[in-house]
């Protein structure tokens, strides 16, 4: 048994070490970010973007970028962004939950929803929107303080936040029966397209979003 025992530690190692040299060939045929030029270096940011399925911050396309820093990062974003702002392209470059990300046109959305067979149904009720919009405006809040204000039971309309990642418990208040207290989430900030709770619309506004 021990020597059984050896021998996976010692093919283990071995493993560990093959991975470890291969990471370090691939470092070594990247061209260091202080090589490129401006417009290779704004190129990069473009791969990086299109590749990314969520937004990016600066400090982390810097950090992809070898820690560069990100105030040259956020140029090259600027630079990007006007770009792509001169194309006849069906998309742009948005800066969206604390990142940036490239969004289609909203005059598009009704082809992609068609694409993707996004049925109105799937779209958040009205009650549902209403008990989101309480919690986003006086958030950190809890379901007991949602009920008292909506005059209903917001069970279901939680649960069917949570699921969809809208918001989150963050704690526990000290209250009788210790409810949880929830916020919104980055999530929250994808679906309605805004940067920060700083730019939340309107409850009207908010109906007509969700």
Known sequence: MAKAKTKNTDEAAEVEEAVE???EEVEDELEPAEMLSREESRSA???LLFTSDR???AARIAEALGDIDPDIVGNLLDELA???EGRDVPYVLREIAGGYQFTTKAQFAPF???MFQIKKSKRLSKAVLETLAIIAYRQPVTRPDVESIRGVSVAHAF???QERRLIKAVGVAELPGRPRIFRT???FLLHFGIRSLKELPSI???REMG
């Open 21 to 23: 040299e291969a990471v």
């Open 45 to 47: 940011v473009y791969a």
């Open 55 to 57: 937004p990016l911050s």
């Open 82 to 84: 006007e770009e792509i």
């Open 112 to 114: 992609i929803r068609r």
């Open 159 to 161: 649960e069917q936040l």
């Open 185 to 187: 989430t980055d999530e």
């Open 204 to 206: 009207e506004e908010l």
